[in-house]
């Protein structure tokens, strides 16, 4: 399984930002995958996951802020962030669930990560 995410970057309070993640190794299409993020002196939380069927999961702070979309064509998952606030400088990992399910602090396999800091 490799995971390579880009996108990251510098943005301003209430700005814009997507994440990409390229996918290899695995069945893309039939793989659940999403966005996890680490901020700092914190441990690894979900932020968006999607299913092959389409459906999400996502953490009670995204509060409709942030999208998931995916193009199995690509093996690419993305990540729109809008509306963005301090709070959520972290490092985003694209990752996968352990097992079928995104389930909290459960993880299979993440990239290295994109730093995105929010600061004005």
């Known amino acids: 399984v490799q995971l390579v995410e880009s996108g990251g970057g510098l943005v301003q309070p209430g700005g814009s930002l997507r994440l990409s993640c390229a996918a290899s190794?695995?069945?893309?299409?039939?793989?659940?995958v999403g966005w996890a993020r680490q901020v700092p002196g914190k441990g690894l939380e979900w932020v968006l996951g999607?299913?092959?069927?389409?459906?999400?999961y996502w953490a009670d702070f995204v509060k409709g802020r942030f999208t998931i979309s995916r193009d199995n064509a690509k093996n690419t998952v993305y990540l729109q962030m809008n509306s963005l606030k301090p709070e959520d400088t972290a490092v985003y990992y694209c990752?996968?669930?352990?097992?079928?399910?995104?389930?909290?602090?459960?993880?299979?396999?993440w990239g290295q990560g994109t730093q995105v800091t929010v600061s004005s």
């Open positions: 190794g695995f069945t893309f299409s039939s793989a659940a």
């Open positions: 999607i299913y092959s069927d389409g459906s999400t």
């Open positions: 990752a996968t669930p352990r097992g079928n399910w995104f389930t909290p602090g459960q993880f299979g396999s």
